[in-house]
């Protein structure tokens, strides 16, 4: 994952290594679901490896709110990171959660990897990419 490709937790991750505060928009009460790329890759493998024909969701159905993640991150990452509220953009959408039932039925497949493991996963990666301790 790129350290500036603008996604919420590369951001929140970034900002926390690199001291500055997480920035999260409008009240942070937004969910979103979070995949670990090891899991996506599983799932697209079953896929291919099988003899449905999509389109199937392949997520993670855990949601969570952008308050949860940065405070996540803050636990993870840096707990003196500070947290800061900024105006929302009006394009925001106020929930994402995958369906993933069709993937589950046809393949058995379902996400292995929790969002704080993988967490401390990218976190280490970023930490190496941006020469951090």
């Keep these: ?8 937790v590369s951001n ?15 009240n942070g009460q ?7 790329v090891d899991d996506l890759i599983a ?12 389109p199937f969701n392949i997520g993670n159905p855990g949601e969570f709110t952008m308050l949860e993640l940065a405070q996540l991150v803050k636990e993870v990452v840096n707990p003196n990171t500070e947290i800061v509220f900024r105006e929302n ?3 925001d959408p106020t929930r994402r ?6 993937m589950h039925n046809k393949f058995g497949w379902e ?3 929790q969002l704080k493991d ?5 976190v280490d990666d970023f930490k190496q990419r941006l020469h951090v301790e």
């Design 97 to 102: 959660r995958p369906d993933i039932t069709k």
């Design 12 to 26: 929140f991750v970034a900002q926390a290594i690199t001291g500055q505060p997480i920035t999260v928009y409008g």
């Design 118 to 122: 993988g967490l401390a996963r990218m």
């Design 30 to 36: 937004q969910t979103r679901s979070f995949q670990y």
């Design 1 to 8: 994952m790129a350290l500036d490709d603008g996604r919420v």
């Design 111 to 113: 996400p292995k990897i």
């Design 89 to 91: 953009t009006a394009d």
């Design 43 to 54: 799932g697209m493998v079953a896929v291919m490896d099988g003899d449905e024909i999509g």
